[in-house]
């Protein structure tokens, strides 16, 4: 289970890597994660039988059940969607949950930080240099790969124990 959650480390830092550079995380790298996790799942049904290839399809569903339901009232992306799908099918689906619920809470702490320096900025500069926004920046959408690679990455540590 350990090489799955490496594999699946890997394809989330290099979307972590695109997602904070360019906002976007590419149809290539999320198709090709789970492509080629199906296929490694695939492999493993021919010699312990259909219960990898089933495992790997729960997790992608639950991962996309999830993100499709926050993707509609606008709280992620459809990279992020996307890339939940494809990393829910390298891992299992308890881990899937766990990674999901680890990233939201990483998220949480993120949003709260950045409120408080935004808060911090708003209290150092008087208010008549402060403008509203319509379109909030970019410092408040959180580039969702990060928090879910570092999910990944505390599973695996997790995993050690």
Known sequence: MQTELCVAIIFAAVAAITDVRSRRIPNWLTLTCFASGIAFHLRSAGTIGVWPVLSALEGATLAFAILIALWLINGAGAGDVKLGTAVGVWISTRETLYALLISFCICLIWKRLTAQSVHTAAQTFPA?????????????????????TASLVMLLIWSQF
Do not use: C, E, R, T
């Open 128 to 148: 008549s240099v402060a403008q509203p926004m319509d379109d909030p920046p970019a410092i408040y959408k959180i580039p969702y790969a990060v928090p879910l």
